[in-house]
């Protein structure tokens, strides 16, 4: 059962790690295609749009890519983070909730802005991590310390 909550969890970390590179890889993509008409005016309206957030002012492009590259990097790093707990100190999936409860609660949470906002692949990648932080949740075994009496 050990073994299964760890292999689990990996799964769900592996599930946004790919989430982040395919979206980095689409990203580089669909910047290197040729644009369309719509798309180039669209995309020149967001340039020209310009707004200053704590005194640094950005254009509308600039932030929603901006943004956009930084969640990826964030689900890789975060996903790789994971990894590198469940390798390295394998009890804080097997023997405690809390790391598998918060990538759970962060899974579910994307999993429904990806409903409302995103396409199929997040979607499925975002349910895949969901079920699997659920199982090593359930699974996970917390030590019941001796109490003094």
């Not at 689409?26 to 295609?33: E, G, K, N, Q, V």
């Amino acid at each position: 059962m050990v073994g299964r909550a760890l292999r689990v969890f990996r799964i769900g970390a592996w599930a946004w790690v790919v989430t982040g590179v395919g979206h980095l890889a689409i990203a580089a993509a669909l910047a290197l295609r040729p644009r369309e008409p719509a798309a180039a005016r669209a995309l020149a309206a967001m340039r020209e749009y310009g707004m200053e957030i704590a005194g640094v002012r950005r254009s509308l492009l600039d932030l929603d890519r901006g943004m956009s590259l930084v969640m990826a990097a964030a689900l890789i790093f975060g996903g790789l983070v994971c990894l590198l707990v469940a390798r390295s100190a394998p009890d804080l999936v097997t023997r405690s909730r809390s790391l598998s409860g918060l990538c759970l609660a962060a899974s579910l949470v994307v999993l429904g802005l990806s409903l409302w906002l995103l396409p199929a692949p997040p979607v499925a990648l975002f349910t895949v991590a969901g079920v699997a932080f659920g199982w090593a949740l359930a699974t996970a075994r917390p030590e019941v310390s001796a109490q003094p009496a």
